[in-house]
T-cell receptor, first 110, second 116 residues
Framework: QKEVEQNSGPLSVPEGAIASLNCTYSDRVSQSFFWYRQYSGKSPELIMSIYSNGDKEDGRFTAQLNKASQYVSLLIRDSQPSDSATYLCAVLTGGFKTIFGAGTRLFVKA | DTAVSQTPKYLVTQMGNDKSIKCEQNLGHDTMYWYKQDSKKFLKIMFSYNNKELIINETVPNRFSPKSPDKAHLNLHINSLELGDSAVYFC???????????????FGPGTRLTVL
């Protein structure tokens, strides 16, 4: 089992729709969880960080964490073509190592 | 001001050569990293330093040698380059908040290494 798993996609949604990105992780003692966005040819940049169970909202983005299910998700409301990118889930494991998922490619169609 | 900078941005070299990539951060962070992103875009950690001490050393060929002269710098030297070393190498930095928690990692622009 991979330490951090994501559906590679591509995930295609129409403009204005909600995009839902999912991630599962294997290390139960993980406490820090991150979503990064990476445009083609660019470096990853942070979208959201979440440390506690529940939802965390920031503008059009909502991160959801369920430690019992070892599951993290990112919802993007009112998706825009500019949201088209690869979204990387990252988990800080108990060994203080940040493991990245393989990323989900998102396409938002105008 | 650039938060995390890397040089060079592009590196094209022949197999068997030795090359170095430099990284500097001006964020005052105490932890720095080297990642390798291959052609499939998978981002994999190679090394991590906290306060100049090596804390993560993944299964990386010993041709790769990191060096941290101070908390703001982390360099990567690669000996006897091979075709499979072609990738984008990202430097990143963060601040360790507390046990089990870490601040956001800020990434440099990446160094695209091509080995011919």
């Amino acid at each position: 089992q991979k330490e951090v798993e994501q559906n590679s996609g591509p995930l295609s949604v129409p403009e204005g729709a909600i995009a839902s990105l999912n991630c599962t992780y294997s290390d139960r003692v993980s406490q820090s969880f991150f979503w990064y966005r990476q445009y083609s040819g660019k470096s990853p940049e942070l979208i959201m960080s979440i440390y506690s169970n529940g939802d965390k909202e920031d503008g059009r983005f909502t991160a959801q964490l369920n430690k019992a299910s070892q599951y993290v998700s990112l919802l993007i409301r009112d998706s825009q073509p500019s949201d088209s990118a690869t979204y990387l889930c990252a988990v800080l494991t108990g060994g203080f190592k940040t493991i990245f998922g393989a990323g989900t490619r998102l396409f938002v169609k105008a | 001001d650039t938060a995390v900078s890397q040089t060079p941005k592009y590196l094209v070299t022949q197999m068997g050569n030795d090359k170095s990539i430099k990284c500097e951060q001006n964020l005052g962070h105490d932890t720095m990293y080297w990642y390798k992103q291959d052609s499939k875009k998978f981002l994999k950690i190679m090394f991590s330093y906290n306060n100049k001490e090596l804390i993560i050393n993944e299964t990386v060929p010993n041709r790769f040698s990191p060096k941290s002269p101070d908390k703001a710098h982390l360099n990567l030297h690669i000996n006897s380059l091979e075709l499979g070393d072609s990738a984008v190498y990202f430097c990143a930095s963060s601040h360790r908040i507390s046990s089990g928690r870490e601040s956001t990692q800020y990434f440099g622009p990446g160094t695209r290494l091509t080995v011919l």
